[in-house]
Structures are given as structure tokens and as C-alpha cells.
């Protein structure tokens, strides 16, 4: 194989912003900013009125009513990390760059689509990544990270 040499362009951040797209997406990654506090107090709050005006079958009633209103209330939330990304301002998409670089900084690479194979073909620096960007998501974005595979 022939040694890899960094190429003197600075890599942008949008190729970094794609690389993350690709990482994320490959683990079908979605994020929720945290709205199940309120399909929580939704919930609780109409089964003690259930509870207040039936007794035990309407604190039943109104916690499965409740349950129903809150769940509907947080639905539709998640939305798939690539897109969150993408759709970062540039001040928060810079502090991402930064983050990743850290990460990939022994890397040789020339372009954004070498940079992506190098990464999707080490499962160690995959796992950085993702743990990077869950990190991200839940601090700075203060929002929960599902799973869909």
C-alpha cells in the first residue's frame, strides 16, 4: 500500500459535519430535546384529577387518559441526529469540528470520502465518535439519544 499524505487544504467543517452524518446514520441515531417532562406531568397531573373526582377508577382512567395526552404530546420529537447536525449553527457545528479532529488527528487523509472510510473501517474510532456525540447531545443539546437498530 502507498503511504497516505495529509493534504496542505485544511479539511472543512462541513466534510467533518458529513462524517458525523455518516456515523451517526450508519446506528440510525435520533434525538429527542427532553419533552417527556412534560408528557410526565401531563400523565401525573390528569390522573390525580381522575383520582380526585373517581376515586381509585378514575385515578385509573385519568393515568391511562393522562398516559395517552402525554405520549401524544412528546410524539414526533426525535429527529435523526444527521439531520440535527446538519442543521447546527456554525458556532456549535465549529465546537463538533473541534471535538472530532481531537479524535482523528493521527489520521492521513486527503479528502472528506477518504477520512469516512478510514473511520467506518475502524470500529474503535467509530465507537469515539459516537460516544463524542452522544456526549454533544445530551449536554449541549440537553436532548435524549435513541437507538434504531
Not at 68 to 87: C, N, R, V
Not at 100 to 125: C, F, K, N, P, Y
Request: net charge neutral.
Amino acid at each position: 500500500m502507498l503511504p497516505l499524505r495529509v493534504s496542505k487544504m485544511p479539511v472543512m467543517v462541513d466534510d467533518v459535519m458529513k462524517l458525523l452524518c455518516s456515523v451517526s446514520g450508519e446506528r440510525k441515531m435520533k434525538a429527542a430535546v427532553k419533552h417527556s417532562g412534560k408528557g410526565a406531568l401531563i400523565t401525573g397531573a390528569v390522573a390525580f384529577i381522575g383520582g380526585l373526582v373517581g376515586g381509585p377508577p378514575g385515578l385509573a382512567a385519568g393515568g391511562a387518559v393522562g398516559g395517552l395526552l402525554g405520549a401524544w404530546m412528546t410524539s414526533g420529537q426525535f429527529k435523526p441526529i444527521p439531520q440535527i447536525i446538519m442543521e447546527l449553527p456554525p458556532a456549535e457545528q465549529q465546537k463538533l469540528f473541534n471535538e472530532v479532529t481531537a479524535i482523528v488527528r493521527h489520521l492521513e487523509w486527503t479528502d472528506a470520502v477518504q477520512l469516512t472510510t478510514l473511520v467506518m473501517g475502524s470500529e474503535a474510532l467509530k465507537q469515539q465518535l459516537l460516544a463524542m456525540l452522544v456526549n454533544y447531545v445530551t449536554k449541549e443539546l440537553r436532548a435524549e439519544v435513541q437507538y434504531d437498530d
